[in-house]
Structures are given as structure tokens and as C-alpha cells.
Nanobody
Framework: QVHLVESGGGLMQTGDSLTLSCSASGGVFERLNIGWFRQAPPGPEREVVAAVNWNRGGGRYGDSGTGRVTISRDNAKNTVRLQMTNLKPEDTGFYYC????????????????????WGQGTQVTVSS
């Protein structure tokens, strides 16, 4: 059982920068692929913001944050960070950290259906 806790959300202004953190416990962190997903009203869909591979720490990014988002992991601290710059109102949403166990030879996926552990989420609101 992997337990994920997000932190760092809040009320931001357009153009601000923000760092979200995801702390993990209960699993072998070094073997976890970790993703950040955003759920924005009105729909229930969760779109990927970024994900980081368990092996070598390579990242994949969703379209919405291209050039403004950086994901990184610190295996010593069991933490994944999501850095966002030049925030826009459309970045508003509930941000979830999620994980699934990585497997040798399998590429990192950004489909939320493939992630089997989820945190409670943190709200990010960007005002114009």
C-alpha cells in the first residue's frame, strides 16, 4: 500500500510560480512511477500535467504545461516535485499525485487509468 500526500497548493496570481510536492510512503519509492494530474471543473477527467519515470528519472509532460512545468524526484526524500512557472487561470484545478510500480522495459505511461495509488489532492487557484 502506497500512501501519497500532496502539498504546496493555494491561491496564486497569473504569472506566479508554484512548486507542488508529493511525499510517498509505504512502498519502494525507487520503483514507483509518479505522475501529477489535474482535475478542473466542471468535468471529472484528470489530465496529466507531468510524470516521472522510476528508472533514470525521465519525465513526460502534458500539453497544457509545455515549457512551464518541470517534474523532478528525490529518491533520498521519497519526494516528487512539480514546478510550474508563469501560471495561468487555466492552470486552476485540483492537483493529484499518483503512482504505479515501474517495470523493466515498460515505458512511462501518462494515462490516469494506469495509476493505482492516489493522494487526496491539493487545490491550486490562479486568479487573473
Amino acid at each position: 500500500q502506497v500512501h501519497l500526500v500532496e502539498s504546496g497548493g493555494g491561491l496564486m496570481q497569473t504569472g506566479d510560480s508554484l512548486t507542488l510536492s508529493c511525499s510517498a510512503s509505504g512502498g519502494v519509492f525507487e520503483r514507483l512511477n509518479i505522475g501529477w494530474f489535474r482535475q478542473a471543473p466542471p468535468g471529472p477527467e484528470r489530465e496529466v500535467v507531468a510524470a516521472v519515470n522510476w528508472n533514470r528519472g525521465g519525465g513526460r509532460y502534458g500539453d497544457s504545461g509545455t515549457g512551464r512545468v518541470t517534474i523532478s524526484r528525490d529518491n533520498a526524500k521519497n519526494t516528487v516535485r512539480l514546478q510550474m512557472t508563469n501560471l495561468k487561470p487555466e492552470d486552476t484545478g485540483f492537483y493529484y499525485c499518483a503512482s504505479y510500480r515501474g517495470t523493466w522495459g515498460q515505458p512511462l505511461t501518462t494515462r490516469h487509468e494506469d495509476y493505482n495509488y492516489w493522494g487526496q489532492g491539493t487545490q491550486v487557484t490562479v486568479s487573473s
